[in-house]
């Protein structure tokens, strides 16, 4: 078995569950987070004994996006060190989009950023009523580039534009609304509730479930790929600008950060 430093996983009765493992940090996404967490959904992908994936967090969040600690040490990064970042996120969402087993997260608290990009991403999202969800990142001058590509097939170009330009912060309801929750499930049940719905799943057809995701994966498969390869582009380009530096650096000291246009 594969060990882990940020994750902790499990297959019991065909169901691997991946529980996100950095509970003091909300379970933020680091270089290794994602390298594993990418890793881990390979590994289940391929390991005939798992026939669902379930993925949730430790703690009182489920992801709160990438960290911030990490991002402002890097945030003098060579060209080349950022496309490697970018390209890393961009792996683990493609990971998870085109994974041949089902998936589903159970998100126990605040899925932000890109941990909102892994709690909608998996197949069907329950979530706690205190389940918050949001792309921020323009808040810290930073741009939410890989999830935008999926965000606008999931809600529609004109809704992904309101929440990724305010940068809003919204509640389990909300969310449910825009199809990227599918069931609010109150937190005593959340798990046996997931599993419940693993194992409703594991009665289907193994090969049929496969062929249908790579069915629905294919519709938007040419415009997503190009969508993907623009977003890495340009999140690229943001992480050289003035105003990322100065957003992460005013987030993490606790004050209004001073944009370079205004």
Same mark, same amino acid.
């Given at each position: 078995m594969t060990h882990y430093v940020t994750l902790h996983t499990q297959t019991e009765a065909g169901v691997h569950t991946i529980l996100l493992n950095?509970?003091?940090? &909300?379970?933020?996404?680091?270089?290794?987070?994602i390298e594993e967490l990418?890793?881990?959904?390979?590994?289940?992908?391929?390991?005939?004994?798992?026939?669902?994936v379930l993925i949730?967090?430790?703690?009182? +969040? /489920?992801?709160?996006?990438?960290?911030? #600690?990490? %991002?402002?040490?890097?945030?003098?990064?060579?060209?080349?060190?950022? %496309?490697?970042?970018a390209e890393r996120i961009a792996g683990l969402f493609r990971t998870l989009h085109e994974l041949p087993k089902p998936t589903v997260a +159970?998100?126990?608290?605040?899925?932000?950023?890109?941990?909102?990009? !892994?709690?909608? %991403?998996?197949? !069907?999202? %329950?979530? !706690?009523? #205190?389940?918050t969800f949001g792309y921020? #990142?323009?808040?810290?001058? /930073?741009?939410?580039?890989? !999830?935008?590509?999926?965000?606008?097939?999931?809600?529609?170009?004109? &809704?992904a534009r309101e929440l990724l330009l305010t940068g809003r912060l919204i509640g389990v309801e909300e969310a449910?609304?825009?199809?990227?929750v599918t069931r609010v499930v109150p937190e005593p049940d959340l798990m046996r509730e997931a599993r419940s719905l693993a194992e409703k799943m594991m009665r289907n057809s193994p090969a049929a479930m496969a062929a249908t995701k790579k069915l629905l994966a294919r519709f938007g498969? &040419? &415009?997503?790929?190009?969508?993907?390869?623009?977003?890495?582009?340009?999140?690229?380009?943001?992480?050289a600008h003035p105003d990322f530096r100065e957003g992460v650096t005013a987030f993490l000291e606790k004050r209004e950060p001073k944009w370079s246009q205004g």
């Open positions: 950095r509970p003091e940090k &909300r379970n933020a996404l680091t270089p290794q987070l990418t890793q881990a959904l390979d590994a289940a992908g391929a390991n005939p004994h798992c026939r669902v949730t967090g430790a703690g009182s +969040a /489920f992801c709160a996006g990438l960290d911030l #600690e990490v %991002l402002r040490a890097n945030v003098d990064a060579r060209e080349d060190a950022a %496309l490697a970042d +159970a998100v126990n608290g605040a899925a932000i950023a890109g941990g909102m990009g !892994v709690a909608t %991403l998996c197949d !069907v999202t %329950l979530a !706690v009523p #205190e389940a921020t #990142e323009v808040r810290i001058g /930073f741009i939410p580039a890989i !999830v935008s590509a999926y965000l606008r097939i999931q809600v529609g170009d004109k &809704r449910a609304g825009l199809g990227l498969d &040419r &415009r997503l790929v190009d969508d993907v390869e623009g977003a890495i582009r340009a999140s690229v380009q943001m992480r």
